[in-house]
């Protein structure tokens, strides 16, 4: 009742009451062998020995335990959060729960990732959700030389910002990147506002530009094969 009335997230209480419920367990065993008479002085050396065994034996155990506690009052991953773990970001998942001695991320294709709460702290992380819900989608595409820059950049503006999945909260923009020898290269930030549909969202927007490509009698270029011949000697 005392946690309900404070502003601790649920992941947080959950860790108190069970960090409290072994503490309380091992103190009704100490006054348990108290009570039956056994003389707990000399269960002391014998203690210390179990400590530092078990201090070896579980360190592991103990680090995952410290990092949740630490996850939990930082707000660090939470509950319904997406995330991008590793270095080459190969892991993306929604967090399902934070527990005692790991977190536990559902993949989108339904896969349960069981992570240790230390390799969350020492892992690099990118959490999609942390301060709000709107996640960028960037999508890369080659454009003929030949083709309306400006005209383009407009219609294809007005494509991402009448998209159903399109943020009423972020600008979506075409950019420019270069070219190279087939076409000029742009890149397209289109911002939606529930992560869940990132999906969808980047299936929908390619099938409305491809409409566009389509009514407009527009193709991509195509990688172009270059052939040398080598002179016999």
Same mark, same amino acid.
Request: glycine share 6%.
């Given at each position: 009742?005392?946690?309900? @009335? ?5 992941? @947080? ?30 269960? @002391? !050396?014998?203690?210390?020995?179990? /400590? ?9 155990? /103990? ?11 930082? *707000? ?13 970001? *190969?892991?993306?998942? /929604? ?9 536990? /991320? ?43 820059? !400006? ?18 909260? *972020? *600008? ?30 980047? @299936? ?30």
């Amino acid at each position: 009742k005392i946690l309900d @009335t404070t502003h601790i997230n649920t992941n @947080t209480k959950a860790l108190f009451v069970k960090f409290f419920s072994i503490i309380l367990l091992s103190i009704a065993c100490l006054l348990g062998l108290s009570y039956l008479g056994l003389d707990l002085k000399s269960l @002391t !050396i014998f203690g210390s020995a179990l /400590v530092v065994g078990l201090g070896f034996g579980f360190q592991k155990l /103990v680090s995952n335990i410290l990092s949740g506690i630490t996850i939990s009052f930082e *707000e660090i991953v939470k509950e319904g959060d997406i995330i991008l773990i590793d270095d080459k970001r *190969e892991l993306r998942g /929604v967090v399902k729960s934070v527990n005692m001695r790991y977190v536990l /991320v559902r993949e989108f294709d339904a896969k349960d990732i069981i992570i240790p709460n230390d390799t969350i702290l020492t892992s690099n992380i990118c959490n999609l959700t942390h301060s709000n819900n709107s996640l960028r989608i960037r999508l890369d595409f080659i454009i003929p030389f030949d083709i309306d820059i !400006i005209t383009f950049q407009k219609d294809i503006t007005e494509i991402m910002n009448g998209n159903s999945y399109s943020s009423k909260f *972020e *600008e979506n923009i075409m950019h420019i990147e270069g070219a190279n020898e087939i076409g000029i290269k742009i890149f397209l930030l289109f911002w939606i506002d529930n992560p869940f549909d990132i999906n969808l969202a980047r @299936t929908n927007l390619m099938l409305d530009i491809l409409k566009y490509f389509k009514q407009n009698n527009l193709t991509l270029p195509e990688p172009r094969t270059k052939f040398s011949f080598l002179k016999s000697s």
